[in-house]
């Protein structure tokens, strides 16, 4: 990640990766089918090293980990990089509630990967 100042100025930059907002609006809004459609057909979600792909992973996980489980995510600092972003955000759920860090790559406008990192 950049330095402090840096990734002050890009906090709730809502323009700076729109397959990463695709992603937090269809969270937000407890919508399955805008999750899997923010994802490329051969899209992953990387849990903590549990990885689920495609559109029947990406299902399963938003079912039980994130809409299913009421789940609400706000971005709080963001940087990107070509197309991956970094991404620092808060997370409040019947599964999990904390603050945590995500790697994201896009491709073709749509998200490829969704990689939540273990926290230390």
């Known amino acids: 990640m950049q330095d402090v100042d840096a990734r002050v100025r ?7 990766s729109s397959p990463v907002q695709a992603l937090v609006d269809a969270i937000n ?3 399955a ?3 899997v459609a923010a994802f490329t057909e051969d899209g992953t979600v990387d849990d903590w090293g549990r990885v689920l792909r495609g559109p029947d992973g990406l299902r399963s996980w938003a079912a039980s980990d994130a809409i299913g489980a009421g789940a609400r995510m706000t971005v709080l600092e963001s940087t990107t990089d070509g ?6 955000f808060s997370w409040e759920s019947r599964v999990f509630t904390g603050v945590s860090t995500a790697i ?10 969704f990689r939540i ?3 230390r």
Not at 10 to 16: F, G, I, V, W
Request: no cysteine; net charge negative.
């Open 10 to 16: 890009s906090r709730h930059d809502r323009n700076s």
């Open 29 to 31: 809004a407890a919508d």
């Open 33 to 35: 089918d805008a999750f």
């Open 83 to 88: 197309d991956t972003t970094e991404l620092r």
């Open 104 to 113: 994201a790559t896009a491709r073709g406008g749509r998200l490829e990967s």
């Open 117 to 119: 990192l273990p926290e």
